[in-house]
């Protein structure tokens, strides 16, 4: 059983596929500027949640990429149910690999999936072409909450960057930082605790699979981590990013 099965056990329940609320993913819309006949690029989609609630709150259209199938066909059946098929389109392709016309978009997003371009500022660099020149990108992403990071956990999470080096980074791209949306400890146990139960249910439901001990290993090493590591030293925000003042976007 490979990453993306494991992720669609555990992610069976859900449809925010990142520590946030819908609330947060409106909020995040308004900063963004969204409204009716705006279009939005989403790298990452997932199962399309935030498109549809920007679609439905602000009027918006758009693309959502994302690599895995068993997401896109989720999200396709989901715009299908909620009348938005001919206003969103779902492409099943590497979020990197994707072609767009430069200025494409009013806003570009990548919630929870930077490594699809590699990292922070590469995402920034990558997105910033499909905007026009008043158009924002949205950013969803893990910082370390404290300095004093135990170096076993820091080790093993490598692109996780703090707070001020986000900060920095945005800047020497030429965009600031126009709101955050951050998580609290509430929308990080709710996400967590929403895959627990979709692997906890898996379980219960296959108790011959001749994979279940590899989907019991990866709850109980979710959990152990989450428990000793992550709720104390991990952060995860929405960023909205606005050209700076001296940005020049064709």
Not at 15 to 36: A, F, Q, R, V
Not at 98 to 124: H, K, M, S
Not at 126 to 131: G, K, L, N, V
């Amino acid at each position: 059983m490979d990453r993306f099965d494991l992720y669609n056990i555990s992610e069976a329940y859900m449809e925010l596929l990142n520590p946030t609320s819908p609330e947060k993913i409106i909020t995040l819309g308004k900063y963004l500027g969204l409204k009716k006949g705006s279009r939005v690029i989403d790298f990452g989609c997932g199962f399309a949640e935030p498109l549809v609630l920007w679609a439905e709150e602000f009027g918006i259209s758009g693309t959502g990429i994302d690599i895995r199938p068993h997401a896109c066909e989720r999200a396709k059946a989901k715009l299908v149910k909620n009348g938005l098929a001919d206003r969103i389109e779902i492409v099943c392709a590497p979020g990197a690999d994707y072609l767009f016309e430069p200025g494409c978009c009013d806003a570009a997003t990548c919630i929870g999936a930077t490594f699809v371009f590699g990292g922070f500022r590469q995402t920034i660099q990558a997105m910033s072409r499909a905007i026009g020149k008043r158009g924002r990108l949205g950013i969803g992403e893990c910082y370390w909450l404290s300095d004093h990071v135990p170096p076993e956990y820091a080790q093993r999470e490598t692109t996780v960057l703090p707070e001020p080096e986000l900060l920095r980074i945005t800047r020497e791209e030429g965009f600031d930082v126009e709101c955050v949306v951050r998580s609290s400890h509430d929308d990080w146990d709710r996400y967590r605790s929403d895959n627990w139960h979709g692997l906890v249910r898996w379980l219960e439901e296959n108790p011959g699979h001749p994979e279940r001990e590899q989907v019991y290993k990866y709850l109980r090493d979710s959990q152990d981590e989450y428990f000793r590591f992550g709720r104390e030293y991990f952060g995860w925000a929405m960023y909205a990013l606005a050209p700076g003042q001296e940005a020049k976007h064709e």
